[in-house]
């Protein structure tokens, strides 16, 4: 046998010839000596490979193969809870931020009233010191859907005379209030905001 | 192409529509759904069972590479493109294994095959059984002899009936490349156990003789 001869029988064996080459195989197998010694040899040596895995194979126990299979996959995946997504949530940054915006509303909540600047304000006026709103009676007196400012009264702070200005916005809603110098007192006749330039 | 030992096409066909396909269970699996990987893990298992067995020769081994192979397997199942059958990437996560632990164990332990192989013919007598563990001897010591792609050729067409298609596909080869590694290693099997059945083919013959002179007489 050469080696062509070699592997057709290898392909004989696979069932890979063509049925006439396979035919001719069989028939040199079934009469030529040497052919069926080497046939005989590579059908053994593949039975002699299977026989102990098969044997081996139909005593395999796969009874605990899942359970150890199973104990080391990762864990798997879940919703988080409210209090894994708050903590998620609440990173140093945010917490910065929460922080800065709690320390913000606290100083608008507690600060004290701003007193705005008049919508058009008389050139003459100056800044003066915060003093206390005009009493309740008194901006009683101004009418409800007044748009021009009303003068309630004039004060002296401090050697100037200051001149108290009450606008309801809306009626029975917010009062702005402001607070001028008056012309006399400032001197220069330049008009200027009191402390804040955002009316509340 | 002989078929390995496997279910009928009926059978196949009844199988296949029962059971849900392995690209849905992978599916499934990618979402994470755990069942669906131990169903997967159940229909696969006896045959990289016997993937691993024919290469490690060892049935603690293979079913430690089982293990092995399935978690690693569920770990890359990103990696799977859905180009082969599932079955046979799995086959093939499992040849490149055994290949790894075979690299490190640094020989081809090939004593399963004498420790066993003749255990289901025991009926035979005391004389077939000794030239039957000579040629056992003979067969493990060609095998080893083998270089690794040649073994692993022949193992997977031999103990798992691989075609040669498969073959390819899980050895990342062109086809022919199988069919010359299977042709190359069966001539060194064949060199190695010729001296052995040409002295068992002459007693045939002559337990033939002789029981046509029993049957004369």
């Known amino acids: 046998m050469n080696d062509q001869d070699q592997e057709k029988l290898s392909l004989f064996l696979d069932g ?12 040199l197998v079934a009469t030529d000596p040497e052919w ?4 005989r040899a590579l059908k053994l040596s593949g039975e002699m490979m299977r026989a102990p895995v098969e044997q081996a194979a139909r005593s395999a126990n796969f009874d605990g193969l899942w359970a150890g299979i199973e104990g080391r996959l990762p864990a ?9 997504r708050l903590r998620a949530f609440l990173t140093p940054p945010v917490l910065v931020g929460l922080a800065a915006a709690a320390a913000a509303a606290a100083y608008v909540a507690t600060r004290p009233a701003p007193t705005p600047a008049p919508a058009s304000p008389s050139p003459g006026l100056a800044a003066t010191p915060r003093i206390a709103p005009a009493p309740e009676s008194a901006l009683a007196a101004a009418p409800a859907d007044a748009s021009e400012p009303v003068v309630i009264e004039g004060i002296e702070s401090e050697g100037s005379k200051t001149v108290l200005v009450s606008q309801p916005v809306e009626p029975g809603g917010t009062t702005v209030i402001w607070l001028l110098d008056a012309p006399d007192a400032a001197g220069d006749g330049a008009a200027a905001p009191t402390t804040d330039d955002d009316p509340i | ?14 199988m296949s529509s029962m059971e849900t396909p392995d690209a849905e269970l992978v599916a499934r699996v990618r979402e994470g759904d755990r069942n669906a990987f131990r169903k997967l893990v159940e229909r696969h298992r006896e045959r990289i069972y016997r993937v691993a067995l024919g290469m490690l020769r060892n ?8 293990q092995e192979v399935f978690i690693r397997v569920h770990g890359r199942l990103t990696d799977f493109k859905g180009e082969s059958a599932f079955g046979t990437w799995l ?9 790894d632990r075979q690299r490190r164990q640094k020989t081809w332990d090939a004593r399963f095959v004498v420790d066993n192989e003749w255990e289901g013919v025991s009926e035979e007598s005391p004389e077939h059984q000794l030239v039957n563990a ?6 493990q010591r060609a095998l080893a002899e083998l270089g690794e792609e040649h073994r692993t050729a022949i193992m997977l067409r031999e103990v798992n009936g691989l075609a040669y298609e498969e073959i390819a596909e899980v050895m990342g080869c062109p086809k022919g490349t199988v069919m010359s590694r299977l042709h190359h ?11 052995f059945l040409e002295e068992a083919g002459e007693r045939d013959l002559a337990d033939r003789a002789g029981e046509g002179v029993r049957r004369r007489e």
């Not at chain 1, 890979?16 to 028939?27: G, I, K, M, N, Q």
């Not at chain 2, 192409?1 to 009844?14: G, H, L, V, Y």
């Open chain 2, 134 to 139: 000579q040629i056992g001897e003979a067969l």
């Open chain 2, 91 to 99: 086959v093939r996560v499992t040849v490149n294994y055994c290949i």
């Open chain 1, 76 to 84: 798997p995946e879940r919703a988080p809870s409210l209090l894994e």
């Open chain 2, 1 to 14: 192409m002989n078929a390995a030992p496997s279910a009928s096409k009926e059978e196949k066909n009844a």
């Open chain 1, 16 to 27: 890979a010839l063509a049925p006439e080459d396979a035919a001719e195989v069989a028939r």
């Open chain 2, 59 to 66: 049935p603690d081994d293979a079913m430690d590479a089982v």
């Open chain 2, 185 to 195: 290693a069966r001539k060194k099997l064949q060199v190695a156990l010729r001296p």
């Open chain 1, 36 to 39: 069926k010694a080497a046939h």
